[in-house]
């Protein structure tokens, strides 16, 4: 039998799925502690300074004569990181999203050429320890190296982990997986900014944000390796034994389980190769290659429109705790919303992902018609929220559809591709406010401009809903194909299904 039947024995996803795939998706929240930390252990309060007959002080001299007026413990105060060394604050921050962009390029490819199970498990046990380092961070230079290194951890195995979500359990639920994977980060977002407003302490709070990840940790050790990878590596037996022992938790007998053995020497030697050029198979092939190019600018443009219109919702007032908390909880129905869509055979992944961009373009595009600060309910904040809980929809669907168009022995080369250009358009999002120098309007129109054009070119790549997921590059090939039977979808339209039988 194929993979797809061999999880159809063994249970698309039993309860043993079920455990593992929580375990993965509860760590998004430790994960989104960490990328929201230097939100809340970098803020800066109020603070005055003693002038003395109006002769500027040296930065030591500043020490002895700055008075901080704001009820705020953060590294600002810790270490003075005001006037000239403001800077250091914004650097922190800049550069754990440097270690996202290289952790995103280096795990990638690792786990598809050792596994997924050992670079998740040791990049998550190295982000937990450099976690730690961040909290007792003697100075700001080691605070910095630290935020480096844990983004570093973060954004490779943010990947893997999305991945195993993935590939543990059948096709038919790879896109619920992938959409809680997503909503628990936002949940995590909520939580952090909960978690500040009761441990005002930067030190305690960095401390409470990290140990979370020691209990992430000890269950993902018990966790197997991912059977498609071991399947698409050529190691069948390897690939039976973890399908049997996912079986037996389940309750299911699948002691005659047996996989079809499709790694001859010669396609050995050739995934061999395929392990050897990793990412170059990106450029070389050529389905894969009108792929990436496409997927690579809606992950750019998902993120420009999705970080710029946070920091344009980020200018209203109030306690800076209940706004992280809503910059998460904005998010959170456009998940169920693009959980459903997807799974429908009118719109599908493609046309749900270009619809969702498309819209939040257009939302875009109609704050430029509207005046600032009209006090209604139609206003320039609530259609840039509105934008963002779009955009958020696209970016869910963007990391489903991206995994399933990249075969398994390639997967998270694409993803981790992808993700680098996704951090591309994070690092340019703040400096398209600053365009307003040249017109008012000008941000949201690059906003729009992105959104429509990603959309529009999303409609290029091909749909993947009740279609089976190539595990090698050969399975690309337009002379290859299978037959998929239909699944149970989480979602399923019941007319649809009433027709077709």
């Not at 092939?285 to 919702?313: D, Q």
């Not at 705790?321 to 129905?333: F, I, Q, S, T």
Request: glycine share 10%; aromatic share 10%; charged share 15%.
């Amino acid at each position: 039998m194929d993979l797809e039947e061999a999880f159809q024995t063994v249970g698309e996803f039993g309860p043993y799925q079920r455990r593992a795939v929580a375990v993965l998706v509860l760590t998004q929240v430790y994960m989104a502690c960490q990328s929201m930390l230097i939100v809340l252990v970098g803020a800066t309060p109020e603070y005055r300074i003693e002038q003395h007959q109006g002769v500027p002080y040296s930065h030591q001299e500043l020490l002895q004569h700055v008075t901080f007026t704001g009820d705020i413990d953060s590294i600002v105060t810790e270490w003075f990181l005001i006037k000239q060394q403001a800077y250091k604050v914004g650097l922190a921050g800049s550069l754990f999203f440097a270690g996202l962009l290289v952790g995103n390029v280096v795990f990638g490819p690792l786990s598809d050429r050792i596994g997924r199970r050992p670079v998740y498990v040791t990049g998550l046990f190295f982000e937990v320890v450099f976690g730690y380092v961040t909290a007792f961070a003697p100075s700001y230079e080691v605070f910095a190296v630290s935020r480096l290194l844990v983004g570093l951890m973060n954004g490779g195995i943010g990947l893997v982990c999305f991945v195993l979500t993935q590939e543990y359990v059948g096709k038919s639920y790879w896109a619920m997986t992938g959409t809680l994977t997503s909503m628990m980060f936002a949940v995590g977002i909520a939580l952090f900014g909960a978690l500040g407003y009761f441990i005002r302490p930067w030190r305690n709070l960095a401390t409470a944000a990290n140990s979370s990840g020691v209990l992430f940790f000890l269950l993902s050790a018990t966790l197997p390796e991912s059977p498609r990878w071991l399947y698409s590596q050529g190691q069948t037996e390897r690939a039976e034994e973890v399908l049997r022992y996912m079986a037996l938790r389940n309750g299911n007998a699948a002691k005659n389980l047996m996989l079809q053995r499709v790694a001859t020497p010669t396609t050995k030697a050739a995934n061999r190769g395929n392990r050897g050029t990793g990412v170059l198979q990106l450029v070389i092939h050529p389905v894969l290659r009108l792929r990436t190019m496409v997927l690579m600018y809606v992950w750019y443009a998902c993120s420009l429109v999705y970080y710029g219109l946070t920091l344009g919702a980020g200018e209203t007032s109030g306690s800076r705790y209940m706004n992280v908390a809503m910059y998460g909880l904005v998010e959170l129905p456009a998940y169920p919303l693009c959980m459903y869509l997807i799974n429908k055979h009118w719109a599908g992944r493609r046309k749900s992902m270009a619809g969702f961009l498309c819209l939040a373009g257009s939302a875009c595009l109609c704050t430029m018609f509207i005046p600032e600060n009209t006090g209604t309910l139609l206003s320039v904040t609530s259609l840039a929220l509105l934008g963002k809980l779009m955009v958020s929809a696209a970016f869910n669907i963007a990391y489903v559809y991206t995994a399933e168009l990249y075969p398994t022995v390639i997967r998270n080369a694409g993803l981790g591709v992808c993700s680098m250009s996704c951090r591309v358009g994070g690092i340019l999002a703040p400096l398209v406010p600053s365009m307003r120098a040249l017109h008012g309007s000008m941000p949201f129109t690059v906003f729009c401009l992105s959104g429509l054009s990603a959309g529009c070119l999303g409609l290029l790549l091909p749909e993947t809903l009740n279609r089976p997921a190539a595990e090698t590059l050969e399975e690309l090939s337009p002379t290859h194909s299978r037959v998929l039977e239909s699944k149970a979808l989480l979602y399923e339209d019941e007319k649809w299904k009433l027709n077709n039988k």
